[in-house]
């Protein structure tokens, strides 16, 4: 009661809840459209101009900018490469996804020392993001990399 009348009094001080279903649809169309299109120039529409990935190489870029710059280098390493949405829960303004990326390692990625003759990788992980006035304004990664390393180490079949 307190908050919706300071919100009449104030209204410059109104406060969003975070919309948990709505920030859920946000990711599932993030993913579809950046993931699975790569149609990066939505990137401009989704992030937000702060939007910082903690598991960039590169601390310090972000935005959608260093977004595209990263995702340029790794389609050109992996250029088939597919993420599939297994899981994803929405609570607040956090959003977490479960993904599965699977595509053939082509060109050199900054980072990794192995050679690329034709591997099939696959990558999986969990990011989770959180959302501020319908943008993404942060995430936070944790992969099988170890897993991607091994199997890029065995030779291609």
Do not use: C
């Not at 109104?14 to 649809?25: D, I, L, R």
């Amino acid at each position: 009661m307190k908050l919706m009348l300071l919100t009449a009094l104030f209204p410059l001080f109104s406060y969003s809840a975070p919309n948990p279903s709505k920030n859920k649809e946000l990711l599932k169309r993030f993913y579809k459209e950046l993931y699975v299109d790569w149609n990066m120039e939505t990137a401009d529409e989704m992030l937000s101009p702060d939007f910082i990935s903690h598991d960039w190489p590169e601390k310090g870029q972000k935005g959608p900018k260093a977004f595209r710059k990263y995702y340029v280098a790794f389609k050109k390493a992996v250029p088939d490469a597919k993420y599939e949405v297994k899981d994803i829960l929405a609570d607040g303004d956090r959003v977490a996804v479960r993904w599965e990326m699977r595509g053939t390692y082509s060109e050199p990625f900054p980072g990794i020392d192995i050679l690329p003759n034709g591997q099939t990788v696959i990558l999986k992980g969990v990011a989770i993001y959180r959302v501020e006035d319908e943008k993404l304004m942060e995430r936070w990664v944790v992969s099988d990399l170890h897993g991607l390393l091994k199997t890029i180490q065995e030779p291609s079949k």
